[in-house]
Structure formats: structure tokens, C-alpha cells
């Protein structure tokens, strides 16, 4: 059971706008920043959004995070085929002493 | 650029320890934390605990407390993560990855490929 909650799975069409949420406590989300890693099969995760909101350089922005109180959300506009990976939302935690908590991740399917 | 490259796979009986190094380039390794996170085959991400390169320091998750050692040999910026009284559910990808931190925002920059641990009779 994750300290975080994700949905198990999404899906969406090519050109279809798809959002991911992720869902915590005041401990992590709401006093914490939000951070969000795709993985592609058979590789390490890659970071995707950090800070709540912020891209890395690369990363297009068809990828947006947003933040409000306890709850997170990843949006993903524009889906393409290469899209398809799982997203896994991750939160340092102040009640188990600064330890990282992730959610138990999202497979997107691009149908 | 930032490489973390990690040992190759390995397969344990149970009972046994392993011991998993994950080399780091392209920056000062001292200067960032290093964090351990394993993924049970079709299963998500779990957090192991961190090591702080530049004083030893770690900071483990509870449920592998006493039977998880961080270490690292900052001559060789090498940091390695050692798990003994293997059972069959620690067969997993387990990844070092690199914190960067920006004020109070943390996050994993940084990874490295992975290394698939099996524990099989």
C-alpha cells in the first residue's frame, strides 16, 4: 500500500489531453514539493516535473504539474504513442523523519 | 554530464547478502546525497534509505532497518548498498539515484540503470 495514491491506469487517444492525479497528506504534499517520474519499459525512471511544476530541460511542455493542498496532478496534452510509460508521483515525508514516499504509479495507455 | 552506473545482476540464495555499487561521474561526489530505491518485478518504486557521500551519515526506511548497510568510498566515488538475510520478495531492480536539492525542494536528478537482484534457490 502506497503513501501516495494514483490511480492504476489512464488511457487516451493521440492529440488527447490526459491528467494523472496523485494524492497525499499534509505531511508530504502539503508541506513538501511534488515530483513526478516517467517510466519507460525496461529502463530507470527519468524525472519528469519537479518542484510541483517545474520541467527539467527536455522535457517538452505538453507535460505540466500542478499542486493544490494535499492532492498533485500531472497533465499530459498532445498525447503521442511514446507517451506510454508508467508516472509515479514522490514526496519527501516530515512525519517519517525526511524519508521519500512515492505513488504506486500510473501505466498510461495510448489507445 | 551526470552518469550513476551501477553493478551488474546477480543472483542470491536466500539467506544471503548482496552488495550493489553505484559509480558516479560527471560531478562532485560529495557534494549530493544518494538515495536507494528498489522495484519488485511489475510492482512500483520503494524507497530504500540515503547516504550522505561527504560525512557517511544514512537514514534508512524502517522496514529494512537492521538488515540494510549504505556505505560509500569517496577515492573512488563509488557509494554501495548491501542487503543481507535476502528472501525471495527482495528479488528486484534496485537504483541509486542522486538528490539535488534547490532551498527546501528536493528531487532525484539522477539515476542509474538499475541492478536485478534475484534471490532463488
Known amino acids: 500500500q502506497s503513501v501516495l495514491t494514483q490511480p492504476p491506469s489512464a488511457s487516451g487517444t493521440p492529440g488527447q489531453r490526459v491528467t494523472i492525479s496523485c494524492s497525499g497528506s499534509?505531511?508530504?504534499?502539503?508541506?513538501?514539493?511534488v515530483n513526478w517520474y516517467r517510466q519507460l519499459p525496461g529502463t530507470a525512471p527519468k524525472l519528469l516535473i519537479h518542484?510541483?511544476?517545474q520541467r527539467p530541460s527536455g522535457v517538452p511542455d505538453r507535460f505540466s504539474g500542478s499542486k493544490s493542498g494535499t492532492s498533485a496532478s500531472l497533465a499530459i496534452s498532445g498525447l503521442r504513442s511514446e507517451d506510454e510509460a508508467d508516472y509515479y508521483c514522490a514526496a519527501w515525508d516530515d512525519s517519517l523523519n525526511g524519508h521519500v514516499v512515492f505513488g504506486g504509479g500510473t501505466k498510461l495507455s495510448v489507445l | 554530464q551526470v552518469q550513476l552506473v551501477q553493478s551488474g545482476a546477480e543472483v542470491k540464495e536466500p539467506g544471503a547478502s548482496t552488495k550493489i555499487s553505484c559509480k558516479a561521474s560527471?560531478?562532485?561526489?560529495?557534494?549530493?546525497?544518494l538515495h536507494w530505491v528498489r522495484q519488485a518485478p511489475g510492482q512500483g518504486l520503494e524507497w530504500m534509505g540515503w547516504?550522505?557521500?561527504?560525512?557517511?551519515?544514512?537514514n534508512y526506511a524502517q522496514k529494512f532497518q537492521g538488515r540494510v548497510t549504505m556505505t560509500r568510498d569517496t577515492s573512488i566515488s563509488t557509494a554501495y548498498m548491501e542487503l543481507g538475510s535476502l528472501r525471495s520478495d527482495d528479488t528486484a531492480f534496485y537504483y541509486c539515484?542522486?538528490?539535488?536539492?534547490?532551498?527546501?525542494?528536493?528531487?532525484?536528478?539522477?539515476w542509474g540503470q538499475g541492478t536485478l537482484v534475484t534471490v532463488s534457490s
Open positions: 518542484s510541483d511544476y
Open positions: 539515484a542522486r538528490r539535488y536539492s534547490s532551498g527546501w525542494r528536493n528531487w532525484f536528478d539522477s
Open positions: 499534509r505531511s508530504n504534499i502539503g508541506r513538501n514539493s
Open positions: 560527471g560531478y562532485t561526489f560529495n557534494d549530493y546525497f
Open positions: 547516504i550522505n557521500p561527504n560525512s557517511g551519515d544514512t
